[in-house]
């Protein structure tokens, strides 16, 4: 019961940074003892702090202004990219700390020597700050059973059967704290959604293109990824069925025909960066190779949108770098092929975040962990007698 | 209040036949008073009925084992098929009344003419029945909006823009009688879900193909409509982005490589039930029919399945009459492209309602609504004094 008040209590301040007491009281139906004895004891536990009085609105003792701790325990996120780790933290009131970026080609190792390196950055990160680490997510290229966190398939990477969260576990110290493992396109639509500043963003898919395709589904603000987790693997819907072999196995998936190993080597540039220039310079073959990707994306968003029926597409990743290129070929796709399209044009923005979103939204889903279960935190810093 | 329990107790009695008060009460905790004058109300309206008495659990009065009644308010299902009208009425038990079926050409007449014959069909159904309608579920081959039931677009009927509630409401005088319009797709997935007789089915997409294809996707036992109701287009994914062209004005949709039209133009056979006749000859020419229209749906299935996670393919529709001949291309399509296939394959079941799945989920969908929403019922029967 305390543990369902705490956490009705932190996520009304958490909604209503400034709140008062008697606000958080009213709001939540808790009497005014209990909110008062819950929220001194997540100042405390440096879940909450205690601001500027609040204007009086009525009679009685002006309240203060209530807001989560900027210095509390932190999300830290985690990426295991097909070529680099990324790491980054983000504070109760969702502000984003150090992030870091190290380039590290994943593909050429096993999984466990990769995951000591994971484990040796979390170890760093979480040594080097001057905060308490409170939950990690951690983002993987791979299809991850939502029950178990555990990772079935990364074809990117060619692992299979990794239990990530027991390995990070056990690699980096991290026994106290909760770990939660994810795909990697799920967390970026998750960022996006928190941390990209979009207004009026409530159903949509966020696209991103590196070396692999994934989508994350979010529709009335809520992640969706099927049934087992296993949802939103863009990257495999069949576009071109008697099309090139794809690392899954079968032929013309969306991320053999559109993906970046296959734009760059159609370009001719040798990496994104080099794209962009020759894009800025109007390089025909440049500029040809990005429409041929635009053309079969829009066949697959399209596709999704037939299905799931939402209204927005968020590109991100790679697909964010390129979308001035992409945007007018995608529109006419989706313009042509989704059947709603004629009364309700699907909208198409641009992530704000681009590769960032994955990382940035594993932070910020350990954050909202520790928000939404605050007791440990709490029973931890205060003693019970 | 009221109107809240007794939706609270018309369901519990519609999820354990034979409950007695007592349980009830129990199930709800409401008390023995308010369930049983309740409940006494419900019996006046003809919803509920008092049956045997119930074995003495413990002290008091033995009670009785109260069922919906199956002589109370129905519903009616109506399905506007692209060459058929449909009607089915289906009791608050769930037990299936009279169903007809008229063969009608309804792509070749203005939608006002066709819904002047539906409104017949109705009339005269509803007028011939020794018992009252309730409520009034209607399937219609083409994209409705859920919030409004208003229909958007009909491609195979070549519908645009028809107001099906509002003209219902006025062509068959159903003026006091709640009308539920839907995609047929979706009803015919709940219809299966509902009374296919299937064990354990909790996700699953149901698959129908006539003359035109379409999806129902269940999950959690509820249906899945997307955003505005435009969800499960399944006969507009692109499986031939090149390929020919749709009614829908794109290229390539599955609609027009695996719909009806298109198996029996290429089996040579004139009609569905010559082309069962034929393959069970194993004439050559209808099984290499068959055996491609299962290549491009288990594309496209594998599409859905990979974008949500579906654990479960429910063929309907003409699909459900050729599954023998289906069924071995299509897993082999499922297993080569579903990315979570190696550890969990597809499975496929066949629907056991075939092309009557629509208009019994129409039916009772509209009988589900009177049960979640009683009182109207309640109310019109008992003088409130």
Same mark, same amino acid.
């Given at each position: 019961?305390?543990?369902?008040?705490?956490?009705?209590?932190?996520?009304?301040?958490? =909604?209503?940074?400034?709140?008062?007491?008697?606000?958080?009281?009213a !709001?939540?139906?808790?009497?005014?003892?209990?909110?008062?004895?819950? %929220?001194?004891?997540?100042?405390?536990?440096?879940?909450?702090v205690?601001?500027?009085?609040?204007?009086? =609105?009525?009679?009685?003792?002006?309240?203060?202004?209530?807001?989560?701790?900027?210095a509390?325990?932190?999300?830290?996120?985690v990426?295991?990219?097909?070529?680099?780790? &990324?790491?980054?933290?983000?504070?109760l009131?969702?502000?984003?700390?150090?992030?870091?970026?190290?380039?590290?080609?994943?593909?050429a190792?096993?999984?466990?020597r990769?995951?000591?390196?994971?484990?040796?950055?979390?170890?760093?990160?979480?040594?080097? /700050?001057p905060?308490?680490?409170?939950?990690?997510?951690?983002?993987?290229?791979? $299809?991850?059973?939502?029950?178990?966190?555990?990772?079935?398939?990364?074809?990117?990477?060619?692992?299979?059967?990794?239990?990530?969260?027991?390995?990070?576990?056990?690699?980096?110290? /991290?026994?106290?704290?909760?770990?939660?493992?994810?795909?990697?396109?799920?967390?970026?639509?998750?960022?996006?959604?928190?941390?990209?500043?979009h207004? =009026?963003?409530?159903?949509?898919?966020?696209?991103?293109?590196?070396?692999?395709?994934?989508?994350g589904?979010?529709?009335?603000?809520? /992640?969706?990824?099927?049934?087992?987790?296993?949802?939103?693997?863009?990257g495999?819907?069949?576009?071109?069925?008697k099309?090139?072999?794809?690392?899954?196995?079968?032929?013309?998936? /969306?991320?053999? %025909?559109?993906?970046?190993?296959?734009?760059? !080597?159609?370009?001719?540039?040798?990496?994104?960066?080099?794209? %962009? $220039?020759?894009?800025?310079?109007?390089?025909?073959?440049?500029?040809?190779?990005?429409?041929?990707?635009?053309?079969?994306?829009?066949?697959?968003?399209?596709?999704?949108?037939?299905?799931?029926?939402?209204?927005?597409?968020?590109?991100g990743?790679?697909?964010?770098?390129?979308?001035? +290129?992409?945007?007018?070929? $995608?529109?006419?796709?989706?313009?042509?092929?989704?059947?709603?399209?004629? +009364?309700?044009?699907?909208?198409i923005?641009?992530s704000?975040?681009g590769?960032?979103?994955?990382?940035?939204? &594993?932070?910020?889903?350990?954050?909202?962990?520790?928000?939404?279960?605050? =007791?440990?935190?709490?029973?931890?810093?205060?003693?019970?007698?």
């Open positions: 019961m305390r543990r369902h008040n705490s956490a009705l209590v932190l996520s009304t301040i958490a =909604d209503s940074p400034g709140i008062s007491r008697a606000g958080v009281a !709001r939540t139906g808790l009497t005014k003892a209990t909110v008062s004895s819950l %929220v001194d004891r997540a100042i405390a536990a440096d879940l909450v205690d601001g500027e009085p609040t204007r009086r =609105d009525g009679p009685g003792r002006r309240g203060t202004a209530l807001t989560l701790s900027p509390g325990p932190h999300g830290l996120g990426e295991i990219g097909v070529d680099y780790i &990324a790491t980054c933290l983000v504070d009131t969702g502000r984003v700390g150090r992030q870091r970026i190290r380039p590290a080609d994943n593909r190792q096993p999984a466990n990769v995951l000591v390196k994971v484990g040796r950055a979390v170890r760093a990160a979480m040594a080097e /700050l905060v308490r680490v409170g939950g990690v997510g951690v983002a993987v290229p791979g $299809l991850v059973e939502s029950a178990t966190g555990f990772l079935r398939t990364a074809p990117n990477l060619g692992w299979r059967d990794v239990d990530v969260h027991a390995e990070l576990r056990d690699r980096a110290d /991290l026994a106290d704290i909760p770990i939660l493992v994810g795909n990697e396109a799920n967390f970026a639509a998750l960022g996006e959604l928190w941390g990209g500043g207004e =009026d963003l409530r159903d949509f898919v966020h696209v991103s293109g590196e070396i692999g395709i994934g989508a589904i979010v529709m009335d603000r809520t /992640l969706f990824e099927g049934v087992r987790g296993f949802g939103g693997e863009i495999h819907l069949s576009v071109d069925a099309g090139p072999q794809c690392s899954c196995g079968a032929r013309g998936c /969306l991320e053999v %025909v559109a993906g970046q190993d296959t734009l760059l !080597r159609q370009s001719g540039a040798p990496d994104v960066d080099t794209l %962009v $220039l020759r894009l800025r310079d109007n390089d025909r073959k440049a500029v040809t190779a990005v429409r041929g990707v635009a053309r079969w994306l829009g066949t697959a968003l399209s596709n999704v949108v037939n299905l799931l029926d939402v209204p927005t597409i968020v590109l990743g790679t697909y964010a770098v390129l979308e001035p +290129w992409l945007r007018e070929v $995608l529109q006419e796709e989706l313009d042509l092929r989704v059947i709603s399209a004629d +009364w309700s044009q699907v909208r923005l641009r704000t975040l590769t960032e979103a994955a990382v940035r939204g &594993a932070a910020s889903s350990a954050v909202r962990a520790i928000v939404a279960d605050p =007791d440990p935190f709490i029973t931890a810093s205060v003693p019970t007698t």
